[in-house]
């Protein structure tokens, strides 16, 4: 259900923290975000999705991932019942991961997987979303655990993928990749990328510190010059920029309690005054932290409907 803002809640079924759909998929729905993850199967051909403005065309087994707070909307639903298998979950159960949290900079670039693209993992993902709609129907005792296990499983198979030197050629930058697709990597090229995928990782997990260019080019075992420009090809953005994008994304996170202040979060999430916060925030969000925790704590009880708690066929 949509409330003001274009924020959907809904309200998982049981209270347990994962919804799966595969019947009464709409043709379209409008732009929203919500604060769990929704991960899509497309069983035919067509269906369109905008994550972010950007438009994705789904064929048959195309799986796409959707993260929290991402405005999306289903443009385009073509009549077939059921269309596609959508797996709705909270996010808190891959960042109460310590290797899941480790490696999210990677997860959250995981959006439009395309069928042949890896055909082992898209097997798998496959094989883990239909065993965990068939354990829903059956309907076993721990039915719900059975469920989380299949969940992790899945999303095992995609941290394998995201943190593999394979994933650079898929991930979206503005800049071009260290090792172009279709090039064959030497192994001293392959190092370069694991080198610069765990310095990712790293600089995300810790991005609340104080860890300069020279220390993350220390980490990652380069000089400063070679680092900088290898991060910029890598990542498509400057190192203050990956840096600053990852403590938003740490505010964002903090920001959906109420019980800190605002000053609070904004010292939390590594930024040295509410000042510079406020100001990147507004340049990176469009928004203001105080706007976000709003829109981002509205809930049903604020504004209540007679059907808000069925489940979403969204």
Request: hydrophobic fraction near 35%.
């Amino acid at each position: 259900m949509l409330f003001k803002n274009n924020f959907e809640d809904i309200r998982f079924q049981n209270d347990y923290p994962i919804n799966l759909t595969s019947t009464y998929l709409p043709e379209t729905f409008p732009e929203h975000w919500h604060n769990y993850a929704e991960l899509i199967i497309s069983k035919q051909e067509g269906i369109r999705y905008s994550i972010n403005n950007t438009v994705f065309t789904l064929n048959e087994h195309d799986i796409l991932l959707i993260h929290p707070g991402e405005l999306h909307s289903l443009i385009y639903n073509p009549p077939k019942d059921p269309s596609y298998l959508l797996i709705q979950f909270d996010y808190s159960l891959l960042l109460a991961m310590t290797e899941f949290k480790k490696h999210i900079y990677w997860f959250q670039k995981f959006h439009y997987f395309q069928n042949g693209e890896n055909p082992k993992l898209t097997e798998e993902i496959i094989k883990c979303a239909e065993e965990m709609f068939a354990i829903d129907k059956a309907d076993p005792s721990f039915k719900d655990a059975r469920i989380c296990c299949k969940l992790y499983e899945m999303f095992i198979a995609i941290g394998e993928y995201v943190t593999s030197d394979q994933f650079i050629h898929f991930v979206d930058t503005t800049a071009p990749a260290i090792i172009p697709s279709g090039t064959k990597k030497s192994t001293h090229q392959s190092e370069i990328t694991q080198k610069m995928i765990d310095v990712c990782s790293y600089l995300s997990q810790n991005c609340t510190e104080d860890i300069s260019l020279d220390d993350a080019a220390e980490y990652a075992g380069f000089s400063r010059y070679h680092f900088s420009r290898l991060f910029k090809e890598f990542t498509g953005l400057s190192y203050v920029e990956f840096i600053t994008e990852e403590r938003l994304r740490r505010a964002c996170e903090l920001l959906a309690s109420n019980t800190l202040s605002i000053t609070e979060v904004a010292l939390m999430s590594g930024f040295s005054s509410i000042s510079t916060f406020n100001r990147c925030f507004l340049k990176y969000r469009k928004d203001t932290p105080s706007s976000f925790r709003a829109k981002f704590q509205d809930s049903p009880e604020n504004f209540l409907t007679g059907d808000s708690g069925k489940q979403s066929n969204h």
